[in-house]
């Protein structure tokens, strides 16, 4: 175990920003006691612009150094993200060690990732995060010593030594590719094929994972922490229609989400873009809810789902809120503690997709009972005729069922409409 680092919290903003820095300092602090720092001090500037040297005044980067000394600070942490270059002069002013919001963020992440693919993936992401940022450092690498910004997954310290960087990329990359090439062979295609899919997203300590655990009964980590769940997670419930669904639970969003780590789950996040429907978490009880909900929007264009269908669930109704939200499209309000709550939800997953109808005939050959059996399975046949070799249904199906059904089926369809 390393010791308790004693942290001073940077934020900067420029006068044109509509970011609090107050409350970005508060997600920061909260980051920061997660990567298990004890926030000691804060320190904030409001400018024209950011500078290209130090992001901030040069008279504000003497006042951390100072404080720096006079406290027995450890670690700097800054809200915003610090060019390589900006980091090599901080450091040469600053007596500590220096990280920026990401490189946190990437270490929240190292710490959590449970299964060999997450774990890759945050090595990749700390270790690109890093490479242009070990410039000239040479002797000063030392004083990085251990603790935040040097851990890498599973408790191993990350490499630091720029030479063996590159080699170390070459073979993570590597790795991961297999492990991807795997896991798409135990995948079966049918199953994705045929099984309704739906995804809880949101932003960090939203309530994903414990609206996952309510619904099915399941025991994924839920916790008062951000970024408890790295690694996707997916199990069958039930509707009160009867229909059976995936629901899987995701990674927290964050504000400015580090775009390595966008980029390196991206593959386990395909979860979200092939989905049919998206729950969208909102912690309404937070006071920045309505800014975690754009930031959660933001996230999803970076994965090209934002146009998977979602309902917006506000979530914690138990607790107060600051402002009345509202989203587009579909929304409901509950609390996953309420099991009436949980069942208004699971009816409103239903409504959304399996409210839409399609109706329509089909032609199948009667030698082809399996295909007939199958529509009987998915649809409700309300009218059949044999006619020589072929039979002829009239059937009525969920559209959503209907899109899912086999090409060889829908081969035979002569005819469709929407019903509503
Ligand atoms: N009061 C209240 N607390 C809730 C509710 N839903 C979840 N929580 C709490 O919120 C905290 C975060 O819940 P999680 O389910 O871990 O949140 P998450 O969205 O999975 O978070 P990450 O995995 O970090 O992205 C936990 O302490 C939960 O007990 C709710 O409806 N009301
Ligand atoms: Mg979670």
Redesign the pocket.
């Given at each position: 175990m390393d010791p308790i680092e004693r942290a001073v919290l940077v934020g900067c903003s420029l006068k044109t920003d509509d970011v609090d820095l107050d409350s970005s300092l508060d997600e920061l602090a909260r980051l920061v006691e997660t990567a298990k720092a004890t926030p000691m001090a804060r320190v904030t500037q409001v400018r024209d612009h950011y500078d290209a040297t130090w992001l901030i005044g040069k008279g504000k980067v003497d006042e951390i150094s100072a404080l720096v000394e006079d406290q027995g600070i450890d670690l700097v942490v800054f809200d915003q993200e610090l060019s390589p270059r900006q980091l090599i002069r901080l450091e040469e002013r600053i007596p500590c060690k220096i990280i920026d919001r990401t490189q946190l963020i990437l270490d929240i992440f190292a710490m959590r990732a449970q299964t060999k693919e997450g774990s890759l993936q945050v090595e990749l992401a700390q270790l690109e995060y890093m490479y242009p940022r070990l410039v000239g450092k040479g002797t000063q690498l030392s004083r990085l010593g251990g603790g935040i910004g040097t851990r890498g997954p599973g408790e191993k310290k990350l490499e630091t030594d720029r030479r063996h960087i590159r080699g170390r990329i070459h073979d993570l990359k590597r790795d991961l590719e297999q492990v991807r090439k795997h896991r798409q062979l135990h995948q079966s295609r049918r199953r994705k094929m045929e099984i309704v899919q739906v995804a809880?997203v949101?932003?960090?300590?939203?309530?994903?994972?414990?609206?996952?655990?309510r619904l099915t009964g399941s025991e994924?980590?839920?916790?008062?922490?951000?970024?408890?769940?790295?690694d996707p997670t997916s199990r069958f419930l039930e509707l009160p229609s009867g229909e059976k669904i995936l629901l899987t639970?995701t990674?927290?969003?964050i504000r400015n989400l580090p775009h390595h780590l966008v980029a390196a789950f991206r593959s386990t996040l395909e979860q979200v873009q092939e989905a049919d429907l998206l729950l969208h978490?909102v912690?309404q009880?937070h006071p920045e809810a309505a800014s975690q909900m754009t930031a959660v929007h933001q996230v999803l264009k970076d994965l090209s789902a934002e146009q998977v269908p979602m309902v917006t669930v506000f979530?914690?109704?138990?607790?107060e809120s600051k402002e009345l939200l509202t989203a587009e499209g579909e929304t409901v309000h509950?609390?996953?503690?309420?099991e009436n709550d949980l069942i208004k939800l699971k009816e409103k997953i239903s409504q959304v997709l399996y409210d839409a109808q399609i109706a329509g005939s089909a032609e199948i050959p009667v030698d082809r009972g399996e295909m007939i059996s199958q529509l009987y399975e998915v649809a409700e046949v309300l009218h059949s005729e044999v006619n020589d070799l072929t039979m002829t249904l009239q059937f009525r199906l969920p559209r959503k069922r209907y899109e899912r059904m086999s090409p060889e089926i829908k081969a035979c369809i002569r005819e469709v409409r929407e019903k509503n």
């Open positions: 809880l949101g932003y960090t300590n939203a309530g994903k994972s414990t609206l996952l655990n994924v980590l839920e916790e008062d922490q951000l970024f408890a769940t790295l639970d990674v927290g969003f978490v912690d009880s979530n914690k109704r138990d607790r509950i609390s996953a503690f309420e």
